[in-house]
């Protein structure tokens, strides 16, 4: 079992910065992908970047309201924590942001843990 906490969210002005932390505990941190998803009110989960378990290889979503070149995951593998630094917010930024722990190779990684998720809200 890995169990995953999510810290950081909170309510940030457009424009803003936040970093969400993930902490692991349980079983071997360093061997799973670690992924970040978020859920926006009244619409499906989506994922929004995922990094490697050695942390060589990141991936960021590609869809229409893209974070890629805003968002920047990252692991410290000694800390068991993930990352998700957030930079130049949006309002369509605010959801509840979930991280992840996977296994097996990008983009056919099997999320089995789940954090309990972490509230950002992004003002106009």
């Known amino acids: 079992q890995v169990q995953l906490v999510e810290s950081g969210g909170g309510l940030v002005q457009a424009g803003g910065s936040l970093r969400l932390s993930c902490a692991a505990s349980?079983?071997?941190?360093?061997?799973?992908?670690m992924g970040w998803f978020r859920q926006a009110p009244g619409k499906e989960r989506a994922f929004v970047a995922v990094i490697t378990s050695s942390g060589r290889n990141i991936y960021y979503a590609d869809y229409a309201d893209s974070v890629k070149g805003r968002f920047t995951i990252s692991r410290d593998n000694a800390k068991n924590t993930v990352y998700l630094q957030m930079n130049s917010l949006k309002p369509e930024d605010t959801a509840v942001y979930y991280c992840?722990?996977?296994?097996?190779?990008?983009?056919?990684?099997?999320?089995?843990?789940w954090g309990q998720g972490t509230q950002v809200t992004v003002s106009s």
């Open positions: 992840a722990a996977g296994s097996g190779g990008y983009p056919s990684i099997n999320y089995d843990y």
């Open positions: 349980g079983r071997t941190f360093s061997g799973y992908a």
